[in-house]
């Protein structure tokens, strides 16, 4: 069973940044997909971010150039660095671990969200 445990949510002020930080048991980081998800009240969940098992990353077009998603194989962690943050940023953030195919990331597992809020 992979387990997920978001952390580094928080309240910020627009234009600033938070790194939040997902800790992967069960499973190696190196060897499944992971990305990122958000989802704002009353909205559906948004695919933010994907890194494949061979590093290769891609973004919604909406953070492009202001959020990073990376991962330490070594620590079996994945992490998002969001800078310039935006009020629209504001969400529920989720950190998956599944399958990438070409820029098409599938989820299999979700942890249980951490909140960023970013006021204006």
């Known amino acids: 069973q992979v387990q997920l445990v978001e952390s580094g949510g928080g309240f910020v002020q627009a234009g600033e940044s938070l790194r939040l930080s997902c800790e992967v048991s069960?499973?190696?980081?190196?060897?499944?997909?992971a990305g990122w998800y958000r989802q704002a009240p009353g909205k559906q969940r948004e695919w933010v971010a994907a890194?494949?098992?061979?590093?290769?990353?891609n973004y919604v077009d909406s953070v492009k150039g202001r959020f990073t998603i990376s991962r330490d194989n070594a620590k079996n962690s994945i992490y998002l660095q969001m800078n310039s943050l935006k009020a629209e940023d504001t969400a529920v953030y989720y950190c998956?671990?599944?399958?990438?195919?070409?820029?098409?990331?599938?989820?299999?597992?979700w942890g249980q969200g951490t909140q960023v809020t970013v006021s204006s």
């Open positions: 998956t671990v599944g399958n990438a195919l070409g820029t098409e990331y599938y989820p299999d597992t």
């Open positions: 069960g499973s190696d980081s190196t060897i499944m997909a």
């Open positions: 890194i494949s098992r061979g590093g290769r990353t």
